[in-house]
């Protein structure tokens, strides 16, 4: 059963940093790309970021280039998003998600709050 | 960007009627190489994360009911539920992954008549 399980969520001042994790288990890991999705509080959906299986290739949503860094551990099934110079608006739900063979998100974790407030 | 707008923002159905939602992408999402329309929709339940229903526009996702399917192509997407249930509640979203970034609609609210 695939599994992801994200932690490190929780409260920030603006302009602080935060590192969120995503444990994964159930499938090959090495074998995906991976991606985080995130949601504002009664809002939608926004794509965050994507990486590639080998960890060498990544994609960012504007909002966050040169603020938030996609990475990964294959050895250890992990999945990272450190997040520095925070905002009240990244507050959010993140979601790590697993990308399907075809580009759609076919897997989602439970997500972590991350709050950006004074 | 490609934008992607659903309609309506929400709706109200009885229960076993047909429930429809339409997606509109502002650039067509159909690769011309494969044939494939890179489109899906995720259904999100209240406190939950989203699922996967419907990939490719029209391919059901992994325990998906029949009576959820996907149709159109290009620009120009549905989802309906044949017969809703009461545990069929929720919000939907279509996203399009056919460029980045991934960008998804604003979601459609589904509620019981």
């Known amino acids: 059963e695939v599994q992801l399980v994200e932690s490190g969520g929780g409260l920030v001042q603006p302009g602080g940093s935060l590192r969120l994790s995503c444990a994964a288990s159930?499938?090959?890991?090495?074998?995906?790309?991976m991606s985080w999705v995130r949601q504002a509080p009664g809002k939608g959906l926004e794509w965050v970021a994507n990486?590639?299986?080998?960890?060498?290739?990544?994609w960012y949503v504007d909002s966050v280039k040169g603020r938030f860094t996609i990475s990964r551990d294959n050895a250890d099934n992990s999945l990272f998003l450190q997040m520095k110079s925070l905002r009240v608006e990244d507050t959010a739900v993140y979601y790590c998600?697993?990308?399907?063979?075809?580009?759609?998100?076919?897997?989602w974790g439970q997500g972590t709050l991350v709050t950006v407030s004074s | 960007d490609i934008v992607m707008t659903q309609s309506p923002d929400s709706l109200a159905v009885s229960l076993g009627e047909r429930a429809t939602i339409n997606c509109k992408s502002s650039?067509?999402?159909?690769?011309?190489?494969?044939?494939?329309?890179?489109l899906a929709w995720y259904q999100q339940k209240p406190g939950q994360p989203p699922k996967l229903l419907i990939y490719?526009?029209?391919m059901r996702g992994s325990g998906v009911p029949d009576r959820f399917s996907g149709s159109g192509s290009g620009t120009d997407f549905t989802l309906t539920i044949s017969s809703l249930q009461a545990e069929d509640v929720a919000v939907y979203y279509c996203q399009q992954y056919y460029s980045t970034p991934r960008t998804f609609g604003q979601g459609t609210k589904v509620e019981i008549k």
């Open positions: 490719w526009a029209s």
């Open positions: 990486i590639r299986q080998d960890g060498r290739e990544n």
């Open positions: 159930g499938f090959g890991f090495s074998g995906y790309w």
């Open positions: 650039r067509s999402v159909l690769y011309n190489s494969d044939n494939k329309n890179y």
């Open positions: 998600t697993r990308i399907g063979t075809g580009g759609e998100f076919d897997y």
